[in-house]
Each structure stands twice: as C-alpha cells, then as structure tokens.
Nanobody, 119 residues
Framework: QVQLVESGGGLVQPGGSLRLSCTAS????????MGWYRQAPGKQRELVAA???????NYADSVKGRFTISRDNAKNTVYLQMNSLKPEDTAVYYC?????????????WGQGTQVTVSS
C-alpha cells in the first residue's frame, strides 16, 4: 500500500519560515521524482518544486530563491524549506511521487497539508 504523508504545515506570519516533510512508504523511493504542488482556493494546482532521483531540482518562478527542495533517500523523505513566506503562498501543499517503469507512469499523492501565511 503506497502512502505519502505530509507534515509541517501551519499558520505563519509574512516573512516567516516553515519546513514541510513528506515520508513515503510502499514505493522504491530512490527511483522516484518527488515534488511539491500547491492549490489555493479557486485556483489550479501548480508545481512548486521537484527533485529527481539524481538530485536535479526545478522550481516555480514564484518561489525561486525562497524555497528549497531536498530529499533524504535513507529516510524515504522529501522536504520543502520555505523562507520569506508571503500571503500568496497560502495553499494546501501536496506531496507527489512519480516514476515511469515499463512505459507506464506511476503517480502518487499525499493528502495535503495546509499552509497559511497571514498577520
């Protein structure tokens, strides 16, 4: 049974920081590209950051320089360090695991964790 479990969300003031964690089970974590997506009310889900099995990262323009994605394969965990948070970062943040094996895409999602940036 595949599970992605996020933690670390909460309420923070503008300019503050949060660190999100996502721990995976039921997959061979090391071969998956891991990503963080977010969805605000009334808006489409968007990619925030991703990291490949080889450690190559990709960020949305809106978070470059403020957010950092990393992974610890020994712990089956991916992190999102969020600094200099802005109200527009408020959203539900979802962890994603994706890999292609034998020409088939495997795509898994966590339940989401709420991040609210407000004074």
């Amino acid at each position: 049974q595949v599970q992605l479990v996020e933690s670390g969300g909460g309420l923070v003031q503008p300019g503050g920081s949060l660190r999100l964690s996502c721990t995976a089970s039921g997959i061979i974590f090391v071969i998956y590209t891991m990503g963080w997506y977010r969805q605000a009310p009334g808006k489409q889900r968007e990619l925030v950051a991703a990291i490949t099995s080889g450690g190559v990262t990709n960020y949305a323009d809106s978070v470059k320089g403020r957010f950092t994605i990393s992974r610890d394969n020994a712990k089956n965990t991916v992190y999102l360090q969020m600094n200099s948070l802005k109200p527009e970062d408020t959203a539900v943040y979802y962890c994603n695991a994706r890999a292609t094996m034998r020409m088939r895409e495997y795509d898994y999602w966590g339940q989401g964790t709420q991040v609210t940036v407000s004074s």
